[in-house]
């Protein structure tokens, strides 16, 4: 399973972003797909997660209302829209997929690079 994420950038606090993570084929419909990210100094922390069929998500408190996750199975990507950005979203994203009896236990097995995103204020 390989994970391709993308999209980082610049961008001044207020704005939006999209993230995209491309996995490797068949990976995105066998597998939970979610979002993580890590600050300078800072433990890596969960932002979403989407199911499978993408019919279910769950959000970071931080992050709720502001962030939507969704995925197309059949491009095998899923992505991170992030609005209302702020300074303290500032980190390296990451994807990950992984399985779990539910979306708040999952087990990640599968890590994508990572793709900076910086918040100015």
């Known amino acids: 399973v390989q994970l391709q994420a993308s999209g980082g950038g610049l961008v001044q606090a207020g704005g939006s972003l999209t993230l995209s993570c491309a996995a490797s084929e068949g990976t995105s419909s066998s597998y939970v797909m979610g979002w993580f990210r890590q600050a300078p100094g800072k433990e890596r922390e969960f932002v979403a997660v989407?199911?499978?069929?993408?019919?279910?998500?769950f959000y970071a408190d931080s992050v709720k209302g502001r962030f939507t996750i969704s995925r197309d199975v059949a491009k095998n990507t899923v992505y991170l829209q992030m609005n209302s950005l702020k300074p303290e979203d500032t980190a390296v994203y990451y994807c990950?997929?992984?399985?779990?009896?539910?979306?708040?236990?999952?087990?990640?097995?599968?890590w994508g690079q990572g793709t900076q995103v910086t918040v100015s204020s």
């Open positions: 989407i199911s499978w069929s993408g019919g279910s998500t």
């Open positions: 990950a997929a992984g399985r779990g009896p539910r979306l708040r236990d999952v087990m990640y097995a599968y």
